[in-house]
């Protein structure tokens, strides 16, 4: 290795270590806590003092999917005996299954709005963020800026107009708008960072395309596309995580049809007070895969998140 | 060499009529690639934008649709400028602005400043820190309020843990006093990483020839760090200090989940504010012009934000 003045001595980095590795230990906690609650049953996740170990149970996951209503033991001993193992778990707590909780339904509105509109947003993103990194568009940087800056609106600023807008069109709580709203926040997004991406690769190749007689179209097709895959699947995953994890316009412009699961998560309730285990266990099949995808994306976080102002 | 039927009549064929053949002109493409997302944001942004103006100075209610629109002017804007609640709102989003700032920048750079040592394993640490970061706020905040539970609470027994204080002695989100603080240490914990990944490309921007040179010149170490690492970090700290900023100024759905703006209206944060007034009490005219109102401020902040932004990095 080399000598080099700026590289700390053995000590500081031991120091140093130490401290970032308290730290993440400590920021990791409450997802793990999210995580483990999913597994306890209820009392032992309002237990006092907090259980650390615990005997894992599928329960919060059952009552997750199902809505339970109690009965008498009399009437429990009358039943015939349980079919399937979930059965099972909520007859131990006293009570049998309704019917299928909303979770499915609202988790499935959350993949149906974040693929459709992540997938609106790339093709409308790729092709504007071509045309801006590639040819002079008059006034470009104030189309560019103006872009950025319908992202610096309050949500619900817009909301109201957009609340009326969708009802006079018949869009409120409906997968379409939602798809199209989500499609508008996140365009700014694929926008800024699709150019980016694409005024990393030499213009020199679409330029041998285009004297072997290719038309623009199909250079932009056959030389630019592949270039850029990695960039647009980053692009992509980003999209796809904002409008996973949006809120606000979610809890103002659904109410049934068109849910998606983080207005819905927050709204479970057991029998008789708040089920935790099941708000957890419905909080970490919606957050594990948006965990998986920050792994993934490691190297084009700083990227995503500052709309590609900070490369490197 | 003899020319094939077919070349012949291509170099026959006018420019205009055969550019048509080709393919479309560039100008044409961009307009084509350009329009639609052009198309999209005004539908979308625009144009609710412009409307929330024209509702902004009448007295429209959207659950009375039948009754007539009166036109009243700046009457809605003289309301908002000089109702207390509203000064109140703008204080505790001012808290919850200062001290998320103060807070992630500090804990942020310490951050990036310790990880850029580069310790072994400091890319696990890191990728493992930048995790909250990503979630969803409200599914996030939702569950903090598990964790701030007095008696049960993961955080109330940390602190209990460190202070020796019984864990069922406080309510983070239930106290006056406390609840400021609780929305303030929810998002420093999930966006801090933010912070820090900014800084730590800012560290990493830094040339070592500079240090080389400062330490010919025996710069002592505090030297070199206030003289070189500070300014050379400050326009990767302002831009991130930008986003927070205009992030959290339309702080919503984790603070929403949170605490919902209470007790009493201490964490009222202006879009929390903004949504009663719209979607619960229905005052539509009211509350298009404090939309109004908000977007002017955030746009004109982050403005004057960036000029000077612009002015440092141009240093």
């Known amino acids: 290795m080399s000598y080099s003045v700026s590289d700390p001595s053995r000590r500081t980095k031991w120091i140093a270590g130490i401290a970032v590795t308290l730290y993440a230990v400590i920021t990791i906690l409450p997802l793990l806590w999210i995580i483990a609650t999913g597994f306890k049953s209820p009392a032992d996740s309002i237990a006092y003092p907090p259980k650390i170990f615990f005997e894992p149970t599928l329960e919060g996951y059952v009552n997750l999917f199902t809505t339970r209503t109690r009965v008498n033991p009399e009437e429990m001993a009358a039943l015939p005996e349980a079919q399937t193992w979930y059965e099972q778990i909520v007859r131990d707590q006293g009570q049998i299954i309704a019917g299928p909780s909303r979770y499915g339904e609202r988790f499935l509105n959350s993949v149906i709005i974040g693929f459709g509109s992540t997938f609106l947003c790339m093709i409308l993103g790729t092709a504007a963020a071509y045309a801006f990194s590639r040819f002079r568009v008059p006034l470009k940087e104030d189309l560019l800026f103006f872009i950025l800056s319908t992202r610096m609106m309050p949500p619900i600023a817009v909301a109201i107009p957009i609340f009326l807008m969708f009802r006079n069109l018949g869009l409120n709580d409906t997968h379409l708008g939602m798809i199209l709203l989500y499609t508008a926040v996140n365009l700014s997004l694929s926008v800024w960072l699709l150019k980016g991406f694409i005024d990393e690769i030499p213009i020199e190749y679409e330029e041998a395309a285009l004297i072997d007689g290719y038309t623009r179209f199909q250079a932009f097709i056959k030389v630019v596309l592949p270039q850029a895959a990695t960039g647009i699947a980053s692009t992509a995953i980003f999209c796809l995580i904002f409008a996973w994890n949006e809120y606000a316009f979610a809890v103002l412009l659904t109410s049934g049809t068109a849910q998606t699961a983080p207005p819905f998560i927050p709204t479970i309730i057991g029998v008789g007070g708040k089920d935790w285990p099941a708000v957890a266990a419905g909080a970490s099949i919606f957050l594990i895969p948006v965990m998986v995808f920050t792994i993934l994306l490691r190297k084009h976080l700083l990227r995503g998140i500052t709309f590609g102002a900070v490369r490197k | ?315």
């Open chain 2, 1 to 315: 060499m003899a020319q094939s039927p077919i070349t012949r009549a291509a170099q026959a064929t006018p420019e205009p009529l055969a550019r048509r053949i080709r393919g479309l002109s560039d100008r044409a493409i961009a307009w084509i690639f350009i329009a639609p997302s052009i198309f999209l944001l005004l539908a979308v942004n625009i144009f609710p934008l412009i409307w929330t103006i024209r509702l902004s100075f009448t007295d429209y209610r959207v659950n009375r649709p039948n009754r007539d629109i009166e036109w009243v002017g700046l009457q809605n804007y003289r309301r908002i400028l000089t109702d207390s609640d509203i000064w109140q709102t703008m204080q505790a989003t001012a808290h919850f602005l200062i001290w998320t700032i103060v807070l992630q920048v500090l804990i942020g750079f310490a951050l990036a400043w310790l990880i850029n040592s580069k310790f072994r394993s400091s890319n696990f640490w890191t990728t493992i820190i930048v995790l909250p970061m990503m979630l969803s706020p409200a599914v996030v905040g939702n569950f903090w309020t598990f964790l701030y539970q007095p008696q049960i609470g993961l955080f109330n027994h940390a602190i209990a843990f460190v202070t020796g204080a019984d864990p069922a002695s406080f309510s983070m989100i239930g106290d006056v006093a406390l609840a400021p603080w609780a929305i303030v240490i929810a998002d420093t914990w999930m966006w801090t990483p933010f912070v820090m990944l900014i800084c730590l490309a800012g560290l990493r921007s830094i040339p070592e020839s500079i240090y080389e040179a400062a330490e010919c010149d025996r710069a002592s170490k505090w030297r070199q760090f206030w003289t070189l690492t500070v300014p050379m970090v400050l326009p990767f700290l302002m831009l991130a200090v930008l986003f927070r900023g205009i992030e959290n100024f339309k702080m919503f759905d984790l603070v929403v989940q949170l605490t919902g703006g209470g007790p009493g209206n201490t964490t009222e944060l202006t879009s929390i504010n903004l949504k009663r007034e719209a979607f619960e009490k229905w005052r539509t005219g009211y509350a298009s012009a404090y939309a109004v109102i908000l977007f002017v401020t955030v746009f004109g902040l982050a403005s004057i934000y960036v000029k000077a932004l612009n002015r440092v990095k141009d240093r």
